[in-house]
């Protein structure tokens, strides 16, 4: 027997919410398991979850094309741990242990499949689950499938003849256009990212694309329409190595219909009258012949272009069947993980959830299992809010076809006119081609990091000249206090030489770097092989030293000596007007040597340059030090000067102070100011640029790898480190979390994950609280209703910049685009988690936190008032919500009623609070449905669309678990009342796992 304890005080009509409360749990309770099996046809049979314990996101049968929604049969991380979360807290509220029962169920099921067999580890550390996986029956992936890079399968750049912006895709190997399932454009271009939905170059050869079409069968194979390696592309269009241009975005040319394996044609564009199709069926029964078909957008194109897209390939075709509950992924194309797990990447929001759920079990069984998963999920969650671990200025990259993958980075060289080829060689490093003798500088100013005295720069470098020089590597950095690259000083640092194609990685403390211009604009002096001129005798190579002055490490030109015969020259020829002032010289010599000059007038002047004994020392080269030459060719019996006369020279000399000395070495640092090394414990990279260079005649050959920085700061964005961003996604061979991390969501922020360490995680706590709240803030700012939030925040930092102005709070989501209004109670509901479980264990709470919460409660309270009890399910973008009756949306009703039960069981006495919960359960109960059909399959649901007369009444998987747990905190708060402890009493089904 379970317990239902009813509290016999309540007065009758809460008596009566608490008995329909605990009816409605027990009555979805027994929907879920008659809604559980395992589909063989998810179009005729329509099941909620598999016999497996995974959630499907629907119950209800959703599309059979890629082209025209995403995949059916998807189970999510997000619903499968609130589907767990569910269940615990039903049981906590009634004690039936068939709810916990479910629990662990759903819960090793979550494990046993959204983690693809990867165990739980016993120390906490990243523990990667992918957040989507097949709940119902096996099916055909796309095709063709990229086994490194799974979302870049696919057909790329494959060429079709278009008239009047028709074509048709080839039937049968390779093309298998009778199969077509997902198209994206048509183009011309070089695809920057190897994806259906990538990018595109401008290609600057001149293209014989009738050429292109006869190439498509007649010499290539499959290789080049799955993965573009750039010999592919180089045979591909019998133009050897072809020209890119990296600043000019291709065209593209979007479908507006396609036929697809189904025998259906899909709008996916603008049709007649300017109709807007969504992935429409617009028409069905399409002549097998016609499958593959495509009609652009544009009906004026005409001749070969290029076309993107991907099939379902029957397996006697060579195609892949998904088994149930395998992971995918479902965008751009529907493709298996077949690698290891960091092609998989988990979604931010059911990540935190999932270490609830877990938490909740371990505090329910305590079973230590439940904790350990509970600390991994906490560690990988923390490691989302690490925002830059994925950015780099240049990187390695095997998927990337562009060496400019990240922010905004470009080229140029000096001389300007030396063409430059890039690639990518077998392991991902930007491969480099130079014809002639050059430096070329790879510049990158969108990426940036917050810097200190722990950072360091990591360049990854090779090259060697074509008739076997070395290569130079000179990285620059602009760093700024105020994220403004004008103004900013820069900052240069030394790198041996590469002498051979070995990839070396180097990391440079920031303490290394220094400055390479004054305040004023001047530039520092530097040793610069290209500064010295000199006769064939002298020998002069430019060397790494380390440790060559206050522990700097530097380049310096070292010059051999043979004897007295020579000249050699250091020239100010790199200077601005190629001209400098002479004030001192850092060097090391093992001989006498002597510094000369000629003056305005035409005078020649000299200073000792003593023997250093091993050691650098720098040289004041002062005027009244000077001594008057006894050679003087301009003399012309002029009057013997005091003192020489001049600001700036073009050059000076150094020669032996005695004539018979022979092989001796000279080097030199710098010219006047010994450059200061970077101090700062503060500062932004805003620019970073990576020159290499070689003086070989004929050019030389480079490689560049990762080039970023480590042990940046930690705050580095806005409300950081604490704050969850919208993207997670792993690089396969690398601890890296990579690619783009997006703009954050009030939605994603889920406090509750830093409660068990709030001294631990005080910083991380008060970012998100200071997140939230101010969201809250800016939008009482925008349309005067305090309680709802801001959509999104835009980041400073590359990837965030077209969405709005950067450091500020929008309401829109990607730019203009409309939020999902369960973004709104899910920001509520997490914050009143947080709230609860601290004042639970004693701890402090944020007192913003607490605002935040209370703010919600009135502002919900009040408009459930004015509404007549209707609470709120829209958030639109461009004025406050208004209530609909007719709009019930189940989870935000759960969300809504979850959030005000655990702030009133943490103690808020907002007024009002009970009047909203009341208005919840209500909302809840009038929704629950009861078909007048015996047994139906709906019957104790809550559902947006019921079907009568069909089995496809709809049911969204998620809904359950907000709901249960909703119902379950509603149960306890009313029998246990404020305050109370809702874990009190447990531990009673300790032999449950």
Request: charged share 20%.
């Amino acid at each position: 027997m379970f317990l239902s304890p009813l509290n016999s005080r309540l007065p009758a009509g809460q008596k009566t919410g608490l008995n329909n409360a605990l009816s409605m749990i027990e009555g979805h309770h027994r929907f879920l398991k008659h809604n559980t099996g395992d589909t063989d046809d998810g179009s005729v049979q329509h099941l909620v979850q598999n016999n497996q314990g995974v959630l499907s996101n629907n119950r209800h049968f959703i599309a059979h094309t890629q082209m025209e929604y995403q995949p059916n049969g998807d189970g999510t991380t997000e619903g499968q741990a609130l589907h767990v979360l569910g269940y615990a807290h039903a049981y906590l509220a009634t004690r039936n242990p068939a709810y916990l029962e479910a629990a662990v169920w759903h819960r090793e099921a979550y494990v046993d499949y959204f983690y693809a067999g990867q165990p739980i580890p016993d120390m906490a550390s990243r523990w990667i689950s992918n957040w989507i996986i097949n709940a119902k029956e096996p099916c055909l992936a796309n095709w063709p499938i990229n086994t490194t890079a799974p979302t870049q399968g696919g057909y790329k750049c494959v060429p079709l003849r278009f008239v009047d912006g028709q074509a048709q895709i080839p039937h049968g190997s390779p093309f298998w256009g009778e199969y077509l399932d997902v198209l994206t454009m048509a183009h011309r271009g070089h695809m920057t990212w190897d994806s259906i939905n990538g990018s595109v170059q401008v290609i600057n050869n001149d293209v014989d694309w009738e050429q292109v079409l006869v190439h498509r069968t007649s010499t290539m194979p499959l290789a080049p329409w799955s993965s573009l390696a750039w010999v592919d592309w180089d045979t591909y269009l019998g133009k050897g190595v072809y020209d890119v241009d990296w600043n000019k975005k291709g065209k593209e040319y979007p479908a507006s219909w396609i036929n697809v394996w189904t025998g259906n044609k899909i709008g996916i564009g603008r049709g007649p009258n300017d109709q807007l199709w969504n992935g429409d069926i617009i028409e069905t029964d399409i002549p097998a012949a016609d499958v593959g078909k495509v009609q652009l957008a544009d009906n004026t194109i005409n001749g070969v272009y290029f076309v993107n897209y991907a099939v379902r390939l029957p397996l006697e075709h060579g195609g892949y069947m998904f088994e149930r509950n395998e992971v995918w992924h479902n965008r751009p194309i529907h493709t298996p993980l077949l690698g290891g797990a960091n092609q998989r990447g988990n979604a931010a929001d059911g990540e935190e959830w999932f270490m609830d759920a877990c938490y909740m079990l371990w505090r329910i069984t305590g079973h230590e299992r439940y904790k350990k998963a509970m600390d991994s999920c906490l560690f990988t969650a923390v490691e989302y809010t690490n925002i830059d671990s994925a950015d780099k200025f240049f990187r390695q990259d095997t998927a990337a076809h562009t060496p400019f993958t990240d922010g905004i980075s470009y080229d140029f060289t000096y001389p300007s006119d030396v063409p430059i080829t890039y690639g990518r060689d077998q392991d991902g490093y930007i491969a480099i081609y130079a014809q002639e003798a050059v430096d070329l500088s790879l510049e990158q100013q969108a990426v940036w990091f917050r810097v200190g005295q722990k950072s360091s720069i990591r360049v990854t470098y090779s090259g060697v000249g074509h008739e076997g020089g070395a290569v130079t590597a000179i990285p620059r950095l602009i760093v700024s206090m105020d994220k403004q690259e004008e103004g900013g000083l820069i900052w240069t640092a030394a790198l041996p030489d590469s002498a051979d194609d070995t990839m070396k990685t180097v990391d440079i403390p920031l303490n290394q770097f220094v400055q390479s211009t004054r305040e004023d604009g001047s530039e520092y002096v530097l040793a610069d092989l290209r500064a010295v001129v000199s006769a064939d005798s002298i020998i002069s190579k430019s060397v790494y030293i380390e440790g060559l002055i206050d522990g700097r490490n530097a380049k310096v030109v070292e010059s051999f000596f043979p004897d007295d015969d020579g000249w050699y020259s250091i020239g100010n020829y790199l200077q601005p007007g190629g001209v400098a002032p002479i004030e001192s010289i850092t060097y090391k010599a093992d001989a006498d040597f002597n510094l000369r000059l000629e003056d305005d007038d035409k005078w020649r002047w000299w200073w000792m340059l003593p023997a250093t004994n091993g050691e650098w020392v720098t040289k004041i080269i002062s005027k009244n030090d000077a001594t008057l030459s006894s050679y003087q060719p301009n003399q012309n019996d002029r009057p013997l000067p005091s003192s020489p006369v001049y600001s700036v020279v073009e050059e000076v000399s150094i020669l032996f102070d005695d004539s018979s000395t022979v092989n001796a070495t000279f080097a030199y640092y710098c010219l006047n100011d010994i450059p200061p090394r970077y101090t700062q414990d503060d500062g932004y990279t805003m620019n970073f640029r990576i020159t290499l260079g070689c003086t070989d005649a004929t050019g030389f050959n480079g490689r560049l790898g990762d080039c970023q920085v480590v042990d940046y700061r930690d705050d580095n964005l806005a409300y950081t480190p604490g704050l969850i961003p919208f993207s997670n996604i792993y690089e396969e061979g690398t601890d890296q979390i990579g690619a783009w991390r997006g703009m954050p969501y009030p939605g994603y922020q889920y406090p509750f994950i830093y409660t068990l360490e709030p001294e631990k995680y005080s910083r991380h706590l008060g970012n998100m609280t200071d997140f939230l709240y101010d969201s809250q803030q800016w939008y009482f700012t925008q349309f005067g209703q305090l309680g709802p939030g801001a959509s999104a925040y835009v980041w400073n930092r590359w990837d965030n910049y077209k969405y709005g102005t950067p450091d500020t709070f929008t309401i829109h989501h990607w730019g203009d685009g409309n939020a999902w209004s369960g973004y709104q109670p899910r920001a509520m509901m997490g914050a009143c988690r947080a709230w609860y479980e601290l004042a639970n264990n004693g701890k402090a709470v944020p007192p913003k936190l607490i605002a935040y919460a209370e703010n919600w409660l009135k502002w919900l309270i009040t408009f459930t008032k004015n509404s007549g009890g209707v609470l709120p399910t829209d958030f639109p973008m461009t004025g406050v919500p208004q209530p609909d009756p007719d709009d019930f949306t189940g989870h935000m009703t759960g969300l809504w009623l979850a959030g005000a039960c655990l702030a009133a069981l943490a103690g808020c006495q907002v007024a009002g609070l009970d009047e909203l919960i009341e208005a919840c359960v209500t909302e809840l109960q009038n929704n629950y449905v009861v078909t007048p059909v015996p047994g139906h399959p709906m019957n104790g649901s809550w559902s947006p669309a019921v079907r009568m007369g069909t089995d496809n009444g709809m049911f969204f998987g998620f809904w359950a678990g907000e709901i249960l747990r909703a119902l379950g905190l509603y149960i306890q708060y009313r029998n246990l009342g404020a305050g109370a402890d809702i874990y009190s009493g447990i531990g009673r089904c300790n032999s449950l796992n």
